[in-house]
């Protein structure tokens, strides 16, 4: 009886990154799906950081009642 082997997180992951690179090589195919995966996460994290800079700054809109003095 064959035994299934188990896929891992990671194998989903390259999956969903998109079809491998290199049909012969799979040393070549996991390098660029790695590659592929950093450039991933290095865009959700930006995104993160502007989404979050978004929310924290949503009503900094207030208005300076204090008379400013310039020195000339």
């Known amino acids: 009886m064959k035994t ?3 896929k891992g997180l990671l194998y989903y992951t390259y999956c969903a990154l998109g ?3 290199h049909p012969h090589c799979n040393k070549t195919a996991d390098r660029v799906a ?3 995966l950093l450039i991933t ?3 959700l994290i ?3 950081f ?3 800079n978004a929310v924290r700054h949503w ?3 207030s208005i300076n009642n204090e008379k ?3 020195i000339r």
Do not use: G, H, Y
């Open 34 to 36: 790695l590659i592929r």
């Open 59 to 61: 009503n900094d809109n």
């Open 19 to 21: 079809e491998k690179s």
């Open 41 to 43: 996460l290095q865009i």
């Open 4 to 6: 299934k082997k188990k």
């Open 68 to 70: 400013t003095v310039q």
């Open 50 to 52: 502007i989404i979050a």
């Open 46 to 48: 930006t995104n993160f």
